[in-house]
């Protein structure tokens, strides 16, 4: 019960790596708080979650919406008194290059991806800095290394690495007990990811599925509960020394 009497607030948590998590926390005597643009997606697992006799809610938040954000972490701390671990995971990839990308996709990558983690993490230490807390963010490996058909979910999650970076090292120079890490998941199977490669060209999908089973060298994707393992090491005590870190869970695929 590594996260008992503690917290938890996930976003975008009504599918893939976010639901994983959230489960992962509840398994771990968390309360989980989850949210996500899809209620319905939110309730489902909070329901699964209480089911199996742990303690979740569901609410339904847009994070990009600032107003919204101030809102869900004030009331969790009114009914929960606290918000103890904060995992940043809604996010979205939209294809497109530098070429072919609309200006609009991009900007709504970036509002979500990236602008929804400053606003977050910015809540969070308004109610953390007190008592403390550990806050994660979900960036990727197209956050460390480039992908040409997806310029604008590699420049956001770029930003979610290093902003991650600012962050850890602002509330330790204030001196206050909060650690802010970035998770990099590499290609893991989820409904987001199927979907992005579903919509590309049968050519392009089976060259990149003949590239991923090359260039991994442990010749598989991932499953989300890899990746929510990972967050639970960064929100418990286990972890403790670690701020500002980048925790890379990708197979291997960044060693090359």
């Given at each position: 019960m590594r996260l008992q009497n503690k917290v938890a607030l996930v976003t975008g948590?009504?599918?893939?790596?976010?639901?994983?998590?959230?489960?992962?926390?509840?398994?771990?005597?968390?309360?989980?708080?989850?949210?996500?643009?899809?209620?319905?997606?939110?309730?489902?697992?909070?329901?699964?979650?209480?089911?199996?006799?742990?303690?979740?809610?569901?609410?339904?938040?847009?994070?990009?919406?600032?107003?919204?954000?101030?809102?869900?972490?004030?009331?969790?701390?009114?009914?929960?008194?606290?918000?103890?671990?904060?995992?940043?995971?809604?996010?979205?990839?939209?294809?497109?290059?530098?070429?072919?990308?609309?200006?609009?996709?991009?900007?709504?990558?970036?509002?979500?991806?990236?602008?929804?983690?400053?606003?977050?993490?910015?809540?969070?230490?308004?109610?953390?800095k007190e008592r403390g807390g550990s806050i994660i963010n979900i960036s990727s490996i197209e956050g460390m290394v480039g992908e040409p058909g997806v310029a604008a979910y590699n420049y956001s999650k770029g930003g979610v690495r290093i902003f991650t970076k600012s962050a850890a090292l602002h509330c330790a120079k204030e001196g206050y007990p909060i650690r802010i890490n970035s998770v990099h998941p590499g290609f893991i199977l989820t409904a987001m990811v199927e979907?992005?490669?579903?919509?590309?060209?049968?050519?392009?999908?089976?060259?990149?599925?003949?590239?991923?089973?090359?260039e991994i060298p442990l010749r598989t994707m991932g499953e989300p509960l890899d990746i929510a393992n990972g967050c639970l090491f960064l929100a418990c005590e286990e972890s403790k020394y670690m701020t500002g870190s980048e925790l890379v869970i990708d197979g291997g695929y960044t060693c090359r």
């Open positions: 948590a009504g599918a893939g790596i976010g639901e994983a998590t959230a489960r992962r926390f509840a398994e771990e005597g968390a309360v989980v708080i989850i949210t996500d643009i899809n209620i319905q997606a939110a309730e489902a697992v909070a329901d699964q979650i209480n089911a199996n006799g742990g303690k979740a809610q569901a609410r339904l938040q847009d994070v990009t919406d600032e107003a919204l954000w101030e809102h869900v972490v004030q009331d969790i701390v009114s009914s929960h008194g606290s918000l103890d671990v904060l995992v940043n995971n809604a996010g979205i990839a939209l294809i497109g290059s530098v070429e072919d990308g609309t200006l609009d996709d991009w900007r709504t990558t970036q509002a979500v991806n990236g602008e929804s983690v400053f606003l977050g993490t910015r809540a969070a230490i308004a109610v953390m979907q992005g490669i579903g919509s590309m060209p049968e050519a392009v999908q089976l060259e990149m599925s003949e590239r991923l089973e090359r």
